[in-house]
């Protein structure tokens, strides 16, 4: 069963990310987004790791790269046509292990790539990670942060996805903690001292290294993964004890459905949008910070949005081998159940009667029923349906 709880919060999360890009408010950046979208998918990680072992990471990569495959079908041959090199490095785009290559304006455009480059690094290491975090989870958990740290002093430099390790993986490893119930174990009084540690020298540090846009988080990497770390332990360690709240509302319970059935959709083609609304927005005056002028300009974001999720949702419900749909969570309309004959009792000294299942099978149709309706066939049916 789905917990509704953490699909409100990557729901809120995924629109943070949309209103932030489009309106540019350094504030929004105190609402770790990012952490958030991380620490989540690390929970979801160690979970479909303990049900399928090992394989849960083809599972994961093969609901995350079709989405990037039908923007890279769009988007790198435009490229290719204005000037982008054509050779051996476009293979990234079919799986991102490293930053894949774009030209000047698709560099703009797609320049939220990093987060699947990352998830895609995060998912390959979860097994090793998760492994480890359960024999060690205290050293294991601070070893991202000691890493960044390490970078953010200067004695250490290396790829992107390395520092990212630092900056991203300890709220994932967060997740671990979450998934593992590590964080309920712990009391209210522990939970609220821990997170003012993380917050308050996340603060500290925010508040003594500016970056080039001032306090905007995402130029911050150390302040910014403390300060995520304290509200991710808020966040996933005061887990409300009812959800039904969210649901009182369909348009709200609906929309949290939606966000997340199409949360990739949403995250890869927000940004382009972001940009041609940005380029149509400046020569009628409604370019800026002003609350007005970026109201306009989220509205516009938005209904394109929608409009994306309705072209390229579909491919998020068949790289989860659902039945496509235009948008999640409508009423479904299900078939009148169908009446089927009483068991009669069971003899064992009834002659002819096979042991066991076949047993089983053999009294449903004497009574009347196909084998296929016992109790037994449907269960199994059901059970190789799901994925």
């Not at 799986?95 to 774009?102: G, I, N, R, T, V």
């Not at 294991?140 to 520092?163: D, N």
């Not at 929309?255 to 009628?284: F, G, Q």
């Not at 370019?287 to 409009?307: C, D, I, K, S, T």
Request: glycine share 8%.
């Amino acid at each position: 069963m789905r917990n509704r709880y953490i699909d409100l919060l990557r729901a809120l999360a995924i629109v943070r990310v949309v209103v932030y890009h489009t309106s540019g408010w350094t504030l929004l950046s105190f609402l770790p987004a990012m952490s958030v979208m991380f620490a989540l998918g690390g929970s979801l990680m160690a979970s479909s790791l303990d049900r399928s072992g090992v394989s849960a990471v083809g599972r994961r990569l093969r609901r995350l790269l079709p989405s990037l495959w039908l923007l890279s079908a769009v988007f790198v041959p435009a490229m290719a046509l204005t000037g982008l090199a054509v050779d051996w490095k476009l293979l990234l785009w079919v799986a991102p292990l490293a930053d894949p290559p774009a030209n000047g304006w698709g560099a703009l455009m797609l320049s939220t790539i990093w987060y699947l480059r990352d998830y895609l690094w995060f998912v390959l290491a979860s097994p090793l990670a998760l492994w480890l975090f359960r024999r060690c989870p205290v050293p294991v958990l601070l070893a991202p942060y000691a890493l960044l740290l390490v970078f953010e002093l200067g004695w250490l430099s290396g790829p992107p996805v390395l520092r990212d390790f630092g900056l991203y993986f300890g709220a994932w490893m967060l997740g671990f903690a979450h998934h593992d119930g590590l964080l309920r174990r712990w009391s209210r009084p522990v939970l609220v001292g821990v997170a003012a540690v993380l917050c308050g020298t996340g603060a500290a540090w925010i508040a003594t290294h500016p970056g080039f846009r001032g306090y905007d988080l995402n130029d911050i990497p150390l302040g910014n993964a403390l300060w995520s770390a304290g509200l991710i332990v808020v966040a996933l360690g005061f887990l409300p004890s009812r959800t039904r709240w969210i649901s009182r509302s369909r348009f709200v319970d609906r929309t949290v459905t939606v966000l997340n059935a199409r949360a990739l959709t949403i995250y890869l083609w927000h940004m382009p949008l972001v940009v041609l609304v940005a380029w149509a927005a400046a020569p009628l005056g409604y370019e800026g910070l002003q609350p007005y002028r970026v109201g306009v300009r989220v509205v516009a974001v938005g209904m394109l949005v929608v409009l994306a999720v309705a072209l390229f949702g579909w491919v998020e419900d068949l790289a989860a081998r659902r039945r496509p749909v235009l948008l999640p969570g409508g009423l479904t309309h299900r078939a009148p159940a169908r009446t089927v004959p009483a068991l009669p009792p069971a003899s064992a000294a009834e002659p002819g009667a096979p042991p066991g299942r076949e047993r089983l099978e053999w009294q449903w149709t004497r009574a009347g029923a196909s084998p296929e309706e016992t109790v037994v066939s449907r269960w199994t049916a059901a059970s190789r349906s799901g994925d």
